[in-house]
């Protein structure tokens, strides 16, 4: 199996219960074949839901922020993403993301949309966050871009099929919606 960057992951399986040591086996479970307990007195079924995963389209001075996992091939860029941590919103954990990856302080403007990443058994939730400070890139990453909307609307993220979905997505809503801020309309003094 091949993860969204085109590397091959081989799927984990859980093979012992957690709860009591005996071996996990394949059985229907409300119509689905699911892994659980072969003790039936345990009862544990490894239900193997989907991980929610928050992404990024970090806006910074003005231009669309592209990141590179170090692990990566040389020239494929994506969003910053990272996994929802206990007792996180979403829009905690893109923000923490944010900083931890990009050395920046985020602030989400919006939600763009929910996708399902099912190679990898995710929920991808993502956000467009403006970003400022500093940049320092952490160790996860290789290298950034900074494109303008327009290198953005032509930019191919090759094999990454959920980033193109999620910034063409990004680019329709603020096509429809977005008022660029330096002509926004300011409000009158004291108001």
């Given at each position: 199996?091949?993860?969204?960057?085109?590397?091959?992951i081989?799927?984990?399986?859980?093979?012992?219960?957690?709860?009591?040591?005996?071996?996990?086996e394949?059985?229907?479970?409300?119509?689905?074949?699911?892994?659980?307990?072969?003790?039936?007195?345990?009862?544990?079924?490894?239900?193997?839901?989907?991980?929610?995963?928050?992404?990024?389209?970090?806006?910074?001075?003005?231009k669309?922020?592209?990141?590179?996992?170090?692990?990566?091939?040389?020239?494929?860029?994506?969003?910053?993403?990272?996994?929802?941590?206990?007792?996180?919103?979403?829009?905690?954990?893109?923000?923490?993301?944010?900083?931890?990856?990009?050395?920046?302080?985020?602030?989400?403007?919006?939600?763009?949309?929910?996708?399902s990443?099912?190679?990898?058994?995710?929920?991808?939730?993502?956000?467009w966050?403006?970003?400022?400070?500093?940049?320092?890139?952490?160790?996860?990453?290789s290298?950034?871009k900074?494109?303008?909307?327009e290198?953005?609307?032509?930019?191919?993220?090759?094999?990454?099929?959920?980033t193109?979905?999620?910034?063409?997505?990004?680019?329709?809503?603020?096509?429809?919606?977005?008022?660029?801020?330096?002509?926004?309309?300011?409000?009158?003094?004291?108001?």
């Amino acid at each position: 199996m091949q993860n969204d960057s085109g590397i091959c992951i081989t799927p984990m399986l859980m093979t012992y219960c957690p709860q009591c040591g005996n071996k996990l086996e394949p059985m229907p479970i409300d119509g689905v074949e699911r892994r659980a307990c072969v003790f039936r007195e345990c009862g544990f079924v490894h239900w193997d839901n989907p991980v929610p995963v928050v992404a990024a389209l970090t806006e910074y001075q003005g231009k669309i922020l592209l990141a590179r996992n170090a692990r990566w091939p040389a020239g494929l860029f994506s969003l910053v993403t990272g996994y929802l941590e206990r007792n996180e919103t979403p829009k905690e954990a893109v923000v923490r993301e944010v900083k931890e990856e990009l050395g920046l302080d985020g602030e989400v403007l919006d939600f763009i949309g929910c996708y399902s990443f099912k190679k990898k058994n995710q929920v991808i939730l993502a956000h467009w966050v403006q970003a400022t400070g500093e940049l320092k890139i952490g160790t996860e990453l290789s290298e950034v871009k900074l494109l303008s909307q327009e290198e953005l609307r032509h930019w191919s993220f090759g094999p990454l099929t959920l980033t193109t979905a999620i910034v063409t997505q990004w680019l329709e809503n603020t096509k429809r919606t977005k008022v660029p801020r330096s002509i926004a309309p300011q409000p009158p003094n004291g108001i």
